[in-house]
């Protein structure tokens, strides 16, 4: 988590508040806007939201858990192996979307990569006219410069 500041006003947020607010919008699947009153004000939780995001410590939590949890089954901390999977679906609204012509569908196409136990590695979403293996291959470099090591 960010140290506090040398100068200025001093913290008035609880980060571990500021989790439980993204945990509760995550599993509710409500709006910014509804967010209960006793995690603070919305707006404050949403920007120290999108300065965590930017500091990519949702993918470290992530990839650190998914290591430990391998290492708690016996395997190998980083994983060898994945199994890659996609799925159209109709996106009518999206900002960005494709024609699937395979499966005939106007939409996004969602790739999933999950490791031999069916751990999830990678979520990447693209225009359905995206085959799995590029989208999945440019995304994994992403996400493996922002990784920790």
């Given at each position: 988590m960010p140290k506090p500041g040398r100068r200025g006003r001093p913290r008035e947020v609880d980060f571990r508040e500021v989790i439980n607010a993204?945990?509760?919008l995550v599993r509710s699947g409500c709006g910014w806007r509804m967010l209960p009153i006793h995690f603070g004000p919305w707006r404050t939780v949403y920007g120290w939201f999108r300065e965590?995001?930017?500091r990519f410590l949702f993918q470290t939590v992530q990839y650190v858990a998914l290591m430990l949890d391998r290492e708690r089954a016996g395997r190998e901390a980083?994983?060898?192996a994945a199994v890659i999977d996609s799925q159209s679906v109709k996106a009518p609204?999206?900002?960005?979307?494709g024609y699937d012509a395979g499966k005939k569908i106007v939409g996004c196409k969602r790739h999933i990569a999950v490791d031999t136990d069916g751990?999830?590695?990678m979520v990447n979403l693209t225009p359905a006219d995206i085959s799995t293996a590029p989208?999945?291959?440019r995304s994994w470099m992403v996400s493996a410069s922002a990784g920790p090591g």
């Open positions: 993204v945990r509760y965590l995001a930017r980083s994983p060898s609204q999206a900002r960005t979307r751990r999830l590695l989208a999945l291959r």
